[in-house]
């Protein structure tokens, strides 16, 4: 059974800068080939922020996330970051790392309730 958890929220000041890490177990064959990184506000949908298909190394930013976020990981240790940046306080919320783990087909826009496997989050709060 895969396994996912997230770390490395807390509270930063707007303009600060937080590193997000998500660990994947019990997945065989190496990283499951498309991730990404959600967020959530009580009360709306879960987001996309940025997803990677593993295989290819292929990013897709939004357009909230492109320029101030980047993705990176570490395949030994099954593990994917989030590096933000430049964050204002509209970056405030419950913060989600999801795999989906057939193929990378739509990894671009994927709907997150096909996903596979999700964490319990890690919040984020920007003041301003």
């Known amino acids: 059974q895969v396994h996912v958890v997230e770390s490395g929220g807390g509270s930063v000041q707007a303009g600060g800068s937080l590193t997000l890490s998500c660990v994947v177990s019990g997945y065989r064959g190496g990283m499951p080939p498309c991730m990404g990184w959600f967020r959530q506000v009580s009360g709306k949908e879960r987001e996309g922020v940025v997803r990677?298909?593993?295989?290819?190394?292929?990013?897709y930013y939004t357009d909230s996330s492109a320029g101030r976020f980047t993705i990176s990981q570490d395949n030994a240790e099954n593990t994917f970051y989030l590096h933000m940046k430049k964050l204002s306080p509209e970056d405030t919320a419950m913060y989600y790392c999801?795999?989906?783990?057939?193929?990378?087909?739509?990894?671009?826009?994927?709907?997150?309730?096909?996903?596979?496997?999700w964490g319990q989050g890690t919040q984020v709060n920007v003041s301003p």
């Open positions: 999801g795999v989906y783990l057939r193929d990378a087909i739509r990894c671009r826009d994927r709907p997150p309730e096909t996903f596979d496997a």
């Open positions: 990677v298909s593993t295989g290819g190394g292929t990013v």
